[in-house]
T-cell receptor
Framework: DAKTTQPNSMESNEEEPVHLPCNHSTISGTDYIHWYRQLPSQGPEYVIHGLTSNVNNRMASLAIAEDRKSSTLILHRATLRDAAVYYCILMENYGQNFVFGPGTRLSVLP | NAGVTQTPKFQVLKTGQSMTLQCAQDMNHNSMYWYRQDPGMGLRLIYYSASEGTTDKGEVPNGYNVSRLNKREFSLRLESAAPSQTSVYFC??????????????FGPGTRLTVT
């Protein structure tokens, strides 16, 4: 399975934008980029996914580099509720096997 | 909709005891998964079931068995619990197809301690 690399931790101030980076230099052409987050004492929850084009949804935006070797999850206005561990995961098309790395622990300061 | 439910929420076992963790989903998903999460780590896939009647090993299957009882239910059994199986166990379900790309929905987890 292709691997991803993320910073261990990041900090943000409340109501400011947050850019969470992910490197995936060995991504293959059919791998989708998924982001999940895990709030304290909860199961992970889906945030967003994409293949080549940038994606937006109500939770976040996903910016994918032109060569697809990296991506950035963008939270437009961080809230205290966004404090969580964020996982960047590669999934093969129709694949079943997610590989979760250690993720990035995001702290949001009031 | 309840989504994905897991029972029990907490369990303490002695080494060598057996138990079954239950998982059910009401989203009519074909695929279901069992993960474990050790402290400070990401999730690791134990087993998954791509559809009713099929199961496949994930990254860490040793010491576990699974049963896909029907489309809704996917259970995880520890036949002889060991302290190394102390972890939080998450069940998930997803739909994969032309319009779904495997977004997984997770249950709240079962915190298991083996002494």
């Amino acid at each position: 399975d292709a691997k991803t690399t993320q910073p261990n931790s990041m900090e943000s101030n409340e109501e400011e934008p947050v850019h969470l980076p992910c490197n995936h230099s060995t991504i293959s052409g059919t791998d989708y980029i998924h982001w999940y987050r895990q709030l304290p004492s909860q199961g992970p929850e889906y945030v967003i996914h994409g293949l080549t084009s940038n994606v937006n949804n109500r939770m976040a935006s996903l910016a994918i580099a032109e060569d697809r070797k990296s991506s950035t999850l963008i939270l437009h206005r961080a809230t205290l509720r966004d404090a969580a561990v964020y996982y960047c995961i590669l999934m093969e098309n129709y694949g079943q096997n997610f590989v979760f790395g250690p993720g990035t622990r995001l702290s949001v300061l009031p | 909709n309840a989504g994905v439910t897991q029972t029990p929420k907490f369990q303490v076992l002695k080494t060598g005891q057996s138990m079954t963790l239950q998982c059910a989903q009401d989203m009519n998903h074909n695929s279901m998964y069992w993960y474990r999460q050790d402290p400070g780590m990401g999730l690791r896939l134990i087993y998954y079931s791509a559809s009713e009647g099929t199961t496949d090993k994930g990254e860490v299957p040793n010491g576990y068995n699974v049963s896909r009882l029907n489309k809704r239910e996917f259970s995880l059994r520890l036949e002889s619990a060991a302290p190394s199986q102390t972890s939080v166990y998450f069940c998930a379900s997803s739909e994969v197809g032309d319009t779904f790309m495997g977004e997984q929905y997770f249950g709240p987890g079962t915190r298991l301690t083996v002494t």
